[in-house]
């Protein structure tokens, strides 16, 4: 059974950084996409960024490409979502995803990722 957990959420005034983890367990295969999507309140889900475990390409979302950096420690694996410059719209929860497609390609939405986390909030205050 895959398990996904992500830690590191909180609160935090804007300009400031945060460091999220993800850590995923139970899955057989080498190849695998990992992901952070965040929901705000009365919004959908949006995608902020992805890496693949195989050749680590890296992909962002508009909204914190410059700000955020997506890394990974395939040994743990783990996922790491460094948050620079904080922005009061960047709270949200935020939720960690994995694929189970055998591939390390990622794809922008959601509805690739099979196993997901419970999410983490996280607040910025202006």
């Known amino acids: 059974q895959v398990q996904v957990a992500e830690s590191g959420g909180g609160s935090v005034q804007a300009g400031g950084s945060l460091r999220l983890s993800c850590a995923a367990s139970?899955?057989?295969?080498?190849?695998?996409?990992m992901a952070w999507f965040r929901q705000a309140p009365g919004k959908e889900r949006e995608p902020v960024a992805r890496i693949g475990n195989t050749d680590g390409a890296t992909d962002y979302g508009d909204s914190v490409r410059g700000r955020f950096t997506i890394s990974q420690d395939n040994a743990k694996r783990t996922v790491y979502l460094q948050m620079n410059k904080l922005k009061p719209e960047d709270t949200g929860v935020y939720f960690c995803?994995?694929?189970?497609?055998?591939?390390?390609?990622?794809?922008?939405?959601?509805?690739?990722?099979?196993?997901w986390g419970q999410g983490g909030q996280v607040t910025v205050t202006s």
């Open positions: 995803g994995q694929t189970g497609h055998l591939t390390s390609w990622c794809r922008r939405s959601s509805a690739w990722f099979d196993f």
């Open positions: 139970g899955y057989s295969y080498a190849s695998y996409c």
